[in-house]
């Protein structure tokens, strides 16, 4: 028999409950913001157009510094989760 440890199972439990909360959460938000403009004012649906349009227009360079820092607070991360768990 394999040796069960209880904490792992707790962990991979909980990492399952929060993606799959965090997906529906996701989901449901998207179907909103789809929905928003429907059959709403003229206003609101130019403001989805509106912001919808500066998302296609950021230019990801400029952020390249901070994605940069997060990759490397991250791996600095898996590292220490990998050494300590050894």
Do not use: C, N
């Not at 929060?18 to 913001?33: G, H, M, T």
């Not at 912001?51 to 990801?60: A, K, S």
């Not at 360079?61 to 990998?82: N, P, S």
Request: hydrophobic residues 60%.
């Amino acid at each position: 028999m394999t040796d069960f440890d209880l904490f792992h199972f707790y962990r991979f439990l909980l990492a399952v409950l929060v993606a799959s909360y965090a997906l529906v959460r996701l989901v449901l938000f998207l179907a909103r913001w789809r929905d928003l403009g429907v059959g709403d004012p003229r206003g609101l649906g130019l403001l989805k157009r509106y912001v919808l349009l500066q998302l296609i227009r950021v230019r990801l360079w400029r952020f390249a510094g901070e994605g940069l820092v997060i990759g490397l607070l991250l791996a600095l991360l898996i590292t220490l989760i990998t050494l300590h768990a050894t």
